[in-house]
């Protein structure tokens, strides 16, 4: 051993630069709205341009959809209703059939559109956000033609217009959640994208001309909150589906009070990620990882709060933070980034001062070494110990890469503590114990609980929330129910 | 000694088809295909090896690509004990060690004495390394005192002689038995835990091998200790190979990439590396002609 122990200590290996090529994407200078099958110029004559959070670069402009432009949208979209909802539900099928081939034919170049308007690393947006997206349409392609077995004797209708605003987290693959079961059961759309990452909902303006998708059947009008606010106000729209925050949910139910438009909203989350001492380490260290670092935090059903328990907190903390020291920081399409750029400034902005929160509030904070690019918008793997419940960082949501950890002593208490929040999205057990699983996923109050693991999600899943975190579930048979009537 | 808990398999793969995806181009991957070949155990281990091809695979571990006389050398060559004798005179000087092994190899269904009486042998025979297999019977039967006591006996016979401890994972079923064996070998003084013997499939995998780097990590915190690691059988492409060194980087670091703490078991494997090699340096695909077999 004396011998061994004089030999070289093993050698640094550094990855080198493993770029995915954006040639694949060709942005246009601007892009107007897409509204009847046609791309209009909006008439508010207004636009703005989308900017690429790793580096600030503008890429494209995009048009600021005004009241004029939500109205003709919805117009569009009501004309092409009657048609749509009663032609042969086969034929519906077939359309979102072929939308997930081209999404599937198209992944690369909408993989790296999203990367690049969103910030998020090249290996996310192309195994998680593209293959999910299309599964989405594969899933509720399926349904359209079945409805009448998904409800028997019900007799369910199309709604009518779907009024959908989806958030800048996820941009195709939220909008795959609204457009799909929207689609899959007759219903027309008008598409509201995020202000900071219209890009690929563009994009699928084009994908929706290529599968040949009766013109006004899907609509997308671009722009920031005023244009959401428009369309929510507009007459003739018969459902409203969003995602986004808590704050902007509660205005539009106080928009939608007295009016007969039904909705579905999908809030925010303060996740509690519960793991037993029993809990296989490393696995549950990973899941943690995933949990919160996984898009940058910016996931509503990210498990922002670590519940550990106390006898094995030292040690899981201690692999969790080895652990971070690994992980990539940097160019969201060098195949090697593990996190990439936060999605926008005021984003940065509210992630810094939520932290800065916390360091005041007397939580310990630590950050693994990294070097973060100088230019764009970028924030350090977080983890917070010595949290309080009380504290601004266990209760608001941060929506970035920052994990607060509390511990717990018996389940009793960590059923406690993960239901003390205003949201009820999510959670997370891990134990090696099945009936303890079971026993826990009774009590939590979130939509969607998991059993060791974190963030997988399914089209056949239903997803949504519990309390602040909104109402109403998409995917499965269940999401389909949101955009349906019953005369049965 | 680290807590023996439990392994996920659905986790574990899943971490281990995620590192696997690393994208190591240009300077990064010339360095690890370098690092590859000096961490080989060029292996044969045939009941047909005789003295004529173990001097063949001599020369090729010494000088793995007559072309290319910047090649390094491999770690070792591992061959039965019966033909320790031959590869170390073979090797004499060169660096290259002998490994060996021992222990009633593949099996390990032989009384201790004559288990321990093999691994003696073959170290008074010049084996600079010891590979043992544990007695995965008795290891199934739940007898882990008997089987880190044999591990501690053959240690013992060892002397100076490095200790490789195989725990045929493909035997053991399970990534939490994986797990209890590793921390038990490393318990009784093992250098290096080993996956495989070769004669058994699965022999080794990504994840088996992250849920083994995973138990020498834990036994490094807590203890302090080194322990190296083998993965050994089915690694036959250089591509496969960078896997595993993503794997160590990345939950191990540094200190464990040299061949002093990661070796490959492998026999075809060398010709795939070399020949990357050369499509690194000149831009080209040759034909597995211009390798030599040995």
Redo the contacts between chains.
């Keep these: 051993?004396d011998e061994?122990e004089q030999?070289?200590?093993?050698?640094?290996?550094?990855?080198?630069?493993?770029p995915e090529s954006r040639e694949i994407v060709h942005f246009q200078e601007r892009y107007g709205l897409f509204i009847g099958g046609e791309t209009v110029e909006p008439r508010s004559g207004e636009w703005f341009p989308t900017l690429s959070p790793a580096s600030e670069e503008p890429l494209a402009e995009v048009a600021q959809g005004g009241a004029d432009d939500v109205a003709l949208a919805v117009e569009a979209a009501r004309g092409a209703f009657p048609e749509w909802s009663s032609g042969k539900p086969a034929s519906r099928a077939k359309y979102l059939f072929r939308i997930a081939r081209i999404l599937q034919e198209r992944s690369r170049e909408l993989a790296v559109a999203e990367s690049l308007d969103g910030g998020k690393p090249i290996?996310e947006s192309r195994?998680v956000d593209l293959p999910l997206a299309a599964a989405h349409f594969f899933y509720h392609a399926g349904w359209a033609d079945k409805l009448e077995y998904a409800f028997p004797n019900r007799r369910p209708q199309s709604l009518g217009v779907a009024a959908q605003i989806i958030p800048w987290n996820f941009p195709l693959l939220m909008l795959a959640w609204k457009v799909a079961p929207a689609l899959a059961c007759g219903n027309t759309v008008v598409l509201k994208p995020a202000e900071t990452t219209p890009l690929t909902a563009l994009l699928f303006a084009d994908v929706c001309r290529q599968a040949e998708l009766p013109p006004g059947t899907v609509n997308i009008v671009t722009g920031d909150g005023s244009t959401g606010e428009a369309l929510v106000r507009q007459e003739g729209i018969d459902k409203v589906a969003f995602t986004g925050s808590t704050e902007v949910g509660k205005a539009i139910q106080r928009e939608l009070a007295g009016r007969a438009v039904p909705h579905t909203l999908e809030l925010g989350g303060k996740a509690a990620n519960i793991v037993f001492d029993?809990?296989?380490?490393?696995?549950?260290v990973?899941?943690i990882v995933n949990g919160i670092y996984f898009n940058q935090g910016h996931v509503c059903c990210a498990g922002s709060r670590l519940l550990v328990q106390e006898s094995i907190a030292e040690?899981l903390v201690?692999r969790l933070k080895r652990r971070l020291s690994?992980l990539r920081v940097g160019d969201p399409l060098d195949?090697?980034t593990d996190v990439g750029a936060i999605n926008s400034r005021a984003q940065l902005d509210r992630i810094r001062e939520l932290v800065a929160s916390g360091e005041a509030e007397g939580a310990e904070l630590y950050q693994p070494p990294c070097d973060l690019p100088e230019r764009g918008y970028w924030f350090p793997p977080t983890v917070f110990t010595n949290v309080a419940q009380s504290f601004r960082i266990a209760q608001e949501e941060i929506f970035g890469p920052v994990l607060s950890v509390m511990t717990f002593r018996t389940p009793s208490e960590a059923i406690e503590k993960a239901n003390n929040t205003a949201y009820g999205l999510s959670a997370g057990v891990w134990t090696?114990k099945g009936s303890r699983i079971l026993w826990m996923a009774e009590r939590l109050r979130a939509g969607v609980v998991w059993a060791?693991?974190f963030n997988r999600f399914d089209p056949a899943s239903p997803f949504g929330g519990y309390k602040e975190s909104g109402f109403g579930r998409e995917g499965g048979r269940h999401g389909l129910e949101a955009y349906l009537r019953f005369d049965g | 000694m680290a807590?023996a808990?439990?392994?996920?398999a659905?986790?574990?793969e899943?971490?281990s088809g995620e590192l696997a995806?690393?994208?190591?181009?240009?300077?990064?991957?010339l360095?690890?295909l370098d690092?590859v070949v000096r961490m080989i155990d060029l292996t044969t281990l045939e009941g047909a090896d005789t003295p004529g091809k173990v001097s063949a695979l001599c020369a090729k571990a010494m000088r793995p690509d007559p072309v290319d006389p910047s090649a390094p050398a491999v770690a070792a060559v591992c061959v039965y004990p019966n033909l320790v004798a031959h590869a170390r005179e073979r090797l004499a000087g060169s660096g290259v060690r002998v490994a060996s092994v021992a222990t009633g190899f593949p099996s390990g269904q032989y009384p201790i004495s004559v288990r321990v009486a093999d691994a003696r042998a073959a170290v008074e025979l010049g084996a600079d390394e010891v590979d043992m297999v544990i007695d995965r019977g008795a290891f199934l039967a739940g007898r882990y005192a008997e089987v880190y006591e044999q591990i501690v006996r053959v240690r013992e016979a060892c002397g100076d002689a490095?200790l490789k401890v195989i725990l045929e994972t493909g035997e053991l079923g399970t990534y939490d038995a994986v797990r209890r064996a590793s921390l038990l070998a490393m318990a009784a003084g093992a250098?290096f835990i080993k996956t495989s013997t070769g004669k058994i499939s699965p022999a080794a995998t990504l994840p088996v091998t992250l849920c083994m780097l995973?138990a020498i990590r834990d036994v490094h915190?807590d203890t302090g200790r080194m322990v190296g690691m083998k993965p050994a059988g089915g690694i036959r492409h250089a591509k496969q190979s960078i896997q595993y060194?993503c794997l160590v980087?990345?939950t191990l670091?540094?200190?464990?990439?040299?061949p002093?703490?990661f070796r490959f078991g492998a026999s075809s494997l060398l010709n795939d590396v070399l020949m990357q090699i050369r499509t690194q340096k000149t831009g080209v695909y040759e034909s597995p002609d211009h390798f030599t077999i040995d």
């Design positions: 051993m061994l030999r070289p200590q093993g050698t640094d290996w550094l990855y080198a630069p493993a290996k195994d029993d809990a296989a380490i490393d696995q549950a990973e899941g040690p201690a690994t195949k090697n090696e060791n693991t | 807590r808990g439990a392994v996920d659905v986790a574990l899943a971490r995806k690393r994208s190591i181009k240009r300077a990064s991957k360095q690890a690092l490095h250098d995973e915190l060194l980087n990345e670091g540094r200190e464990w990439l040299t002093e703490r």
